[in-house]
Each structure stands twice: as C-alpha cells, then as structure tokens.
C-alpha cells in the first residue's frame, strides 16, 4: 500500500509541476507576443518619421510605403539586415532638412 500511496502523491506532484510549466509556457508566448507588437508599433511610428522628412506628399507616401515594406520583410523572417540591404531604399529620395 505504501508504494501506491507514494505513486500518487509523485504521479499529483508531476500533474503540479506539468500545469505550472503549461503556464510559465503560456505566460511567455504572451510576452514574445507583446516584444512584437511593440516592436512593430516602434517600426510603424518610425516609418511616419522617416517620411515626414520628405517635402512633398507624394514623398511621404513613397517613404512611408517603402518603410511598411521593410517591417512585412522582417516579419516573414529575413531579419535586422533586411532594413540595411533592402532594395527599396536604394533608390529613395534624399531627404529634405
């Protein structure tokens, strides 16, 4: 009998364990999820900077719209470099100061 008993309390402390991991687990799916939205909030309110350094509209847009593209390459998982070797910014338009 003691070794049954013994079994269950092992078998209730692993549930235990088993249930906290599932939730550091859950609580850090959330977090990385949050590191990108902010991350991405960041990139978007760079990119409306970016482009308001430009004079006319049709700049800004173009700015504005090449910057979006950099943040989609990034989240289909190019990376950091993507923005530093990324042809849509080869042929930008000086910006106005």
Do not use: W
Not at 46 to 58: I, K, L, M, S, V
């Amino acid at each position: 009998m003691v070794g049954v008993e013994a079994a269950s309390r092992m078998i209730v402390r692993i549930s235990s364990v088993a249930k906290r991991a599932a939730e550091i687990q859950r609580a850090l799916e959330i977090e990385m999820k949050q590191e990108v939205f902010d991350r991405v909030v960041r990139t978007i309110s760079g990119a409306f900077d970016y482009a308001n350094r430009f004079e006319t509209p049709e700049e800004r847009r173009e700015a504005f719209a090449n910057r979006l593209r950099i943040l989609a390459v990034n989240v289909n998982g190019e990376g950091d470099q993507a923005e530093q070797n990324h042809p849509y910014l080869e042929s930008k338009p000086s910006p106005c100061n």
